[in-house]
C-alpha cells in the first residue's frame, strides 16, 4: 500500500483524488487548511495565500474560529471519502494542558483522528509544545507531527527532539527533514527512536537519498499537497533508492506502522 503521509485539504477534493489515482496512491493522511493556494488564479492571489501560511507558522496568527472551521472541512471530506483518506488534527501550541487536553478530545479522539497536526510553532517557543506532548501521551500515545522547515532553527530541532526523548513513547514525525537542518535532524533521529522524518519539501537529491540511508524504517512519504506534487515526490525517492524493500517500507510500510494499520 502506498501512503501519502502528509496532504492538506485541496479543493475540489475530487481533484486531489484524481490525483492519488493517477500517481498509484492509495491512502493519504489528511490535514486541514485555512488556505487554499491551489485556488489562486495568478502570482498575487497565490502571495496572498502565502502570507496566510506564513502568519501561521511564524506565530503570529493563530485564529481558533478559522481552525475549527478547516477541521470541519477536512472531517466532511475524510466521512465521504473514508476509503482513501486518514486525518491528523490540528492542535494549537501554547495552551496550558487542560485546555491543551480538551482540544485534542474534541477535535482529534472525537473526530476518530489518527493523530495531531500539523503543529507550528515559532522560532524559540519549543515550550509551547509540552501540553501538546502531554496530551499525546495521555491518550493512548498519539503520533505528533510538527512543522520543521522555516522559521525553526536548530536550537528549536533540538528542543523538539528533548521533548521526544521524555515522551519515549510519543511517536514525532519532523516536518521536512528538518528543513536547512536536514544534515543535524538525521543525525538525532539516529539516536531518539520514536521520532520519524517526513519527506516532503526536500531540496536536494542528495539529502533525500541520505535520510533514506540512514533512517529507512522512519522515513514517510509524503507530499504536502497542495505544495507538492505526488507523482514527482514518488519519482524522486524510486529514483533515489534501488532498494525495492526499503521504497515500499518508505512509500507505505513505515506509515502503516507508525499508525498501527492491518494492511
Known amino acids: 500500500m502506498i501512503i501519502d503521509s502528509h496532504a492538506h485539504v485541496v479543493l475540489p477534493v475530487e481533484k486531489h483524488i484524481e490525483l492519488m489515482d493517477e500517481a498509484g496512491i492509495d491512502k493519504t493522511i489528511l490535514f486541514s487548511t485555512s488556505m487554499h493556494p491551489e485556488l489562486a488564479q495568478n502570482l498575487e492571489e497565490y502571495e496572498n495565500e502565502l502570507n496566510k501560511l506564513y ?6 496568527k493563530n485564529n481558533m474560529d478559522a481552525k475549527i472551521n478547516s477541521i470541519k472541512e477536512q472531517c466532511e471530506i475524510i466521512k465521504k471519502y473514508s476509503s482513501r483518506f486518514y486525518g491528523f488534527g490540528n492542535v494549537p501550541a501554547g495552551f496550558d494542558y487542560e485546555k491543551t ?3 485534542v478530545k474534541e477535535y482529534v479522539v472525537k473526530n476518530n483522528f489518527k493523530g495531531i497536526g500539523e503543529v507550528t510553532i515559532g522560532n524559540g517557543r519549543t515550550q509551547d509544545l509540552s501540553g501538546i506532548f502531554k496530551a499525546a501521551h495521555d491518550f493512548s500515545n498519539l503520533p505528533i507531527w510538527i512543522h520543521a522547515f522555516w522559521p525553526l532553527d536548530l536550537n528549536d530541532l533540538k528542543g523538539i527532539f528533548n521533548l521526544a526523548k521524555q515522551y519515549s513513547d510519543v511517536p514525532v514525525v519532523i516536518g521536512h527533514l528538518g528543513g536547512l537542518n536536514w544534515l543535524d535532524t538525521i543525525k538525532m533521529a539516529k539516536g531518539v527512536k520514536n521520532v520519524y522524518i517526513d519527506l516532503s519539501a526536500f531540496y536536494a537529491a542528495i539529502q533525500l537519498s541520505m535520510v533514506i540511508k540512514e533512517l529507512p524504517d522512519r522515513c514517510l512519504f509524503s507530499t504536502d499537497l497542495p505544495f507538492g506534487d505526488l507523482a514527482i515526490e514518488k519519482f524522486a525517492i524510486e529514483r533515489v533508492c534501488t532498494d525495492k524493500a526499503v521504497i515500499k ?5 513505515n506509515a502503516a506502522r507508525l499508525l498501527q494499520l492491518n494492511v
Open 55 to 60: 502568519d501561521i507558522i511564524s506565530g503570529k
Open 249 to 253: 517500507q518508505v512509500m507505505g510500510g
Open 101 to 103: 487536553a480538551s482540544w
